[in-house]
């Protein structure tokens, strides 16, 4: 039995499902790898039922319709390949791979601007405006939007500190985490177990959990606030764009919360640039 198979036996969990149901979930069970690029209409014909089946079966799974586990699907397949793998994955006749890899880009923020959770987004920035502090963890090329995040929301005054990597210096700042604090946690395809380690412990001291994920996890099982969002680059490259997006709609949100603290905050900063002349005036 395959990964995913495994995995959407663990969903079902032993529970009856209709006939329906189990006729969607055999279609899975047989190829969850190749049902990802297929149509709730197409599953629907394969298991031999109508689109309103294959919804019910996904929301029996836990999800709120077929896209969002046919994203689900998609992105745990792409996290078992390997570097090379997912190079080979996307091997194809693109005329151009930069026009292939803007189109992916494009196509991913299309994905996650149809279901982004606004109310989410807003609790997100609730629980950094109401920390001390917040630690902002990610690794690799996945630290952009712990990057933006962080450095922005310094701009508006809030403590917070990117963490790249597992050192005794982080450990001795994990140390000053009271509860009411703040954790975002970045975790796209292939995650280094460090974080949710960190996680873990941040969580046991009572920091509040945030991840930016492409799909379930330990890590976003730890969390108050999961947002996952679409991944897939059109090389072996993931792509950051959604996560992007969603740490600048975060820090939209942050800047919204009280317009007069963030002008001030922000002629504060653009102040001390220029009196250590940080910025070039032409």
């Known amino acids: 039995m395959s990964e995913l198979a495994q995995w959407l036996e663990a969903l079902v969990g032993g529970r009856k499902t209709s006939q329906a149901t189990h006729r969607v979930l055999e279609v899975l069970r047989q190829d969850p790898g190749g049902t990802f690029d297929l149509s709730a209409q197409k599953v629907a014909d394969r298991a031999e039922v ?19 586990l046919k994203h689900e699907i998609r992105h745990r397949y792409l996290a078992t390949l390997s570097t090379e793998q997912l190079l080979q994955e996307h091997e194809g006749p693109h005329d151009s791979p930069a026009r292939a890899s ?16 606004v109310p989410q987004i807003q609790r997100i920035a609730e629980l950094i405006a109401g920390a001390r502090r917040t630690f902002v963890m990610a690794t690799g090329s996945y630290a952009a939007p712990g990057a933006q995040l962080s ?5 508006l005054g809030h403590d917070m500190e990117l963490h790249t990597a597992m050192s005794t210096g982080l450990v001795s700042r994990m140390r000053l985490l009271r509860p009411g604090d703040c954790v975002v946690s970045c975790a796209v395809w292939r995650s280094t177990t460090w974080i949710l380690e960190v996680t873990k ?10 991840v930016i994920a492409d799909r ?9 606030e999961a947002v996952i969002v679409p991944s897939e680059g059109a090389s072996f490259v993931t792509s950051m ?14 800047a919204a919360r009280d317009t007069e603290a963030t002008v001030r905050n922000l002629r504060d900063i653009e102040a001390l640039w220029r009196t250590l002349s940080l910025v070039d005036p032409t």
């Open 151 to 155: 450095h922005v929301g310094q701009y």
């Open 201 to 210: 412990l941040a969580r046991e001291r009572g920091a509040n959990v945030v």
């Open 102 to 117: 803007l189109e992916a880009d494009m196509a991913n923020l299309r994905a996650f601007a149809t279901q982004i959770d």
């Open 241 to 254: 764009t959604a996560a992007m997006s969603v740490t600048q709609a975060v820090v939209a949100e942050l």
């Open 216 to 224: 379930r996890t330990a890590l976003s099982d730890l969390s108050d």
């Open 50 to 68: 109508n689109v309103a089946s294959v919804v019910r079966a996904a929301q029996f799974l836990g999800f709120r319709g077929w896209p969002a």
